[in-house]
Structures are given as C-alpha cells and as structure tokens.
C-alpha cells in the first residue's frame, strides 16, 4: 500500500449555490467554489435527490431475493436487489428498507441489521445509499410496487450469485457495492451490526 501524500485536502470555499432545475426526482444545483490551491473560482453540478436504500433480503433456506425490471437509462432488463428511495415520510432508512422490500418482493422479515452505507458518487451526487440485511423473510403476500414499476422477483441461491456477478448479468453498481458489503459482513472483517 502507498504512503498517503502531504495532508488532507482542503475543501474548497463555496461562494455561490444556485438551484437549476427540479425534475420529480433529482435537482441540478450550481455549486461556485474557489479553489484553495490556485484561488481560481469553478462551477460544479450537483444532482441533489433522495437518500437510497438496498437490502440484501435471505430467505431461510438459503435464498437471496432478485428483482428484475426494465432500466431506461440502459434500455434493458436489470437483475436487482430490493431498494429505492428514502421517502420524506420514512423515520428512516430502516423503515424504507422494510417498505421496499415488502413492496417490491411480498417478503417481509423481523431481523434486520445494518451492512453500511455509500456514496453512490460523490462527484456529481449528494445523496447515500444504505443496505441492510434482512434474514429469515419469508413472503407476507404479493409485491406491492409503484405505478412506474414492473417487477419479477426471483429467489436466487446464495451459491449461486458470485456467478451471476462473474458473468455479467448483476451490473448495477449499487448492487455489487452491497453485495460486498455482504460479503464483508459474511466474512467477519466489517461487523455489519
């Protein structure tokens, strides 16, 4: 591993924030801010949106709960863990994860444990993702998604998912970030309680 160079990097001064633009789900900000090395000012867009949730959902006898839909930003069919936003109403993301995955999948389950938490990317975007564990579901009835959903759920088991990262089919990134962060858990070296 590297040695880490100098210090800490500084933050750069923010002389101006400007709303652009409200599309339903995200909000394009202009951030003005001055560099701290050359004093020069530069513009950055930020998308600002809800914080997001996903759940890495274990049925008891050694299932992962998937749910495929269709992604317009790819134009195809995604394989997917449970999640979505954090809604105002939600105390927090706990409970939005306990929404969405009863209703995405139909499952619910009473034990719940933290896995971590990323920036989606934090170089255009302002919000979080959360993912949680969720063991022993087990289904409670049928998925209940929003309007602008069509979902499949699909019980995949666990042995089987490293393959189906391998092979190309899970690509959301968020996916595979909690994913690891089960893994992580799974292994003992991130406590995930």
């Given at each position: ?142 998925p209940a998604p929003d309007g602008n959903e069509d979902l499949r ?31 992580l858990s799974a292994s003992g070296s991130r406590s995930g309680e």
């Amino acid at each position: 591993m590297a040695p880490a160079r100098g210090g800490p990097v500084p933050p750069w001064p923010l002389s101006g924030r400007e709303t652009l633009a409200d599309y339903r789900v995200f909000r394009v900000r202009r951030d003005r801010a001055v560099s701290p090395v050359t004093g020069d000012a530069h513009d950055f867009f930020v998308l600002e949106g809800a914080d997001w949730v996903n759940v890495v959902a274990l049925t008891g006898d050694g299932g992962m709960l998937f749910v495929r839909q269709y992604r317009h930003g790819t134009g195809s069919e995604t394989l997917e863990i449970p999640g979505g936003c954090v809604d105002p109403g939600d105390a927090s993301p706990l409970v939005a994860a306990r929404r969405e995955l009863r209703e995405e999948t139909g499952y619910v389950s009473d034990d719940w444990s933290p896995l971590g938490d990323v920036h989606p990317n934090p170089a255009i975007l302002s919000n979080r993702c959360f993912t949680f564990l969720a063991r022993g579901a087990v289904r409670a009835g049928e998925p209940a998604p929003d309007g602008n959903e069509d979902l499949r759920v699909d019980v995949i088991p666990r042995a089987e998912v490293d393959g189906l990262v391998r092979s190309g089919r899970i690509t959301h990134a968020l996916v595979l970030a909690a994913l690891h962060l089960f893994a992580l858990s799974a292994s003992g070296s991130r406590s995930g309680e």
